[in-house]
């Protein structure tokens, strides 16, 4: 006899990126920041633990609100913090999709959506991206049970990037609201967080796992009209951001001079895996996020990735039914990458 749903038995469940417990790797495969982050941030975390971890922390990260609202040029009210973005999707899901609803979404894109839509008992609807991944001009209709719609932008793996023009005329059309999924933004020539005073409808989610080096803390936050995030506070977890990470993300949004160093070592370095995956022969989809997405006209790629994780070289193998496969391999320092495509080199 079973005692779950029925939803929770059916679903096989997001699986992140490998990540090792032993030994040395060069680690390219879950889109981490190949540097530590500021120096700030770690004097930042050393002064909030020495206030006193044994106080609950603030339940609305109000200093993070209020830097936040100073770097992006709106009021606090229209930021809410979160347990990294995850988090937020899941507040959001939870907030806009109710049971038997309907939530869409690309593809391919982030396979955490789906899941989501499934642990809420709710219906997800895949709409392929068109083959130079710009999205069908189905993905704007309008659904009586559309409750929400997901836009990773940039989205992964393939890294490419939806105009905020079309974001804009895409929320015009639709019923429901879109979050705009900008988890990889710090990395793209363009961004939609202007959009959020134009249309109550979008929705801005943020990171600060990616440029920010921050993967390890956990902290997001959204970007919405007062009325929206007024709503969506009701649904959070009382304290979902503690006391280290809150501490940790405002001094990291602070040091916008690190972040835009850091940003021009990532670009530099892309730039190279790029060109480097070309002169041997990959198909790599021009990005604009800190991974690039890679297939080869007549090489299976599967064999690819597992000998590069035999010489001790992780990227990620993804296959999307319907789709195809590929690899997508995050950008490191220029070492890193260097000792990819070498042994890529030798193997080709």
Same mark, same amino acid.
Do not use: C, H
């Given at each position: 006899m079973s005692y779950f749903r029925a939803e929770i038995e059916a679903m096989a469940g997001y699986v992140p990126g490998e990540q090792p417990h032993s030994g040395e790797f060069i680690k390219l495969n879950t889109n981490e920041n190949p540097y530590p982050p500021s120096p700030a941030v770690i004097r930042a975390i050393e002064e909030a633990a020495r206030d006193g971890l044994q106080k609950y922390p603030d339940p609305t990260a109000?200093?993070?609100?209020?830097?936040?609202?100073?770097?992006?040029?709106?009021?606090?009210?229209?930021?809410?913090?979160? +347990?990294?973005?995850?988090?937020?999707l899941t507040i959001a899901t939870?907030?806009?999709?109710?049971?038997d609803r309907l939530l869409r979404l690309p593809?391919?894109?982030?396979?955490?959506?789906? !899941?989501?839509?499934?642990?809420?008992?709710?219906?997800?609807?895949?709409? +392929?991206? +068109? !083959?130079?991944?710009?999205?069908p001009e189905t993905f704007g209709r309008s659904s009586d049970d559309l409750r929400l719609v997901f836009l990773p932008n940039p989205n992964s793996p393939s890294g490419t990037i939806v105009p905020p023009e079309q974001v804009l005329e895409l929320a015009e059309r639709l019923p429901c609201p879109?979050?705009?999924d900008e988890a990889y933004v710090d990395f793209a020539d363009v961004n939609c967080l202007g959009l959020v005073a134009q249309n109550e409808k979008i929705l801005i989610l943020r990171s600060l796992s990616k440029s920010y080096a921050l993967a390890g803390l956990r902290f997001g936050f959204v970007v919405a009209q007062p009325q929206i995030i007024e709503q969506l506070v009701k649904v959070k977890d009382s304290y979902n951001c503690d006391m280290l990470s809150i501490a940790a993300a405002t001094a990291a949004i602070d040091d916008q001079k690190w972040l835009a160093e850091n940003r021009a070592k990532i670009l530099a370095t892309r730039e190279r895996l790029v060109v480097g995956m070309r002169d041997l022969g990959f198909v790599t989809v021009d990005s604009q996020a800190n991974f690039t997405w890679n297939t080869h006209p007549d090489l299976p790629v599967k064999p690819l990735y597992e000998r590069l994780k035999r010489d001790r070289i992780l990227v990620r193998y993804m296959d999307y039914p319907g789709w195809g496969d590929g690899l997508r391999i995050t950008v490191g320092t220029n070492q890193q990458i260097d000792a990819c495509l070498e042994r890529l080199r030798r193997i080709v």
């Open positions: 109000e200093v993070f609100r209020r830097k936040a609202a100073e770097l992006f040029g709106v009021e606090p009210n229209w930021i809410m913090a979160g +347990n990294g973005s995850d988090d937020i939870r907030a806009f999709v109710a049971e593809y391919p894109s982030y396979i955490l959506y789906e !899941t989501l839509a499934q642990i809420q008992g709710a219906r997800s609807e895949q709409i +392929n991206f +068109n !083959t130079d991944w710009s999205l879109v979050l705009v």
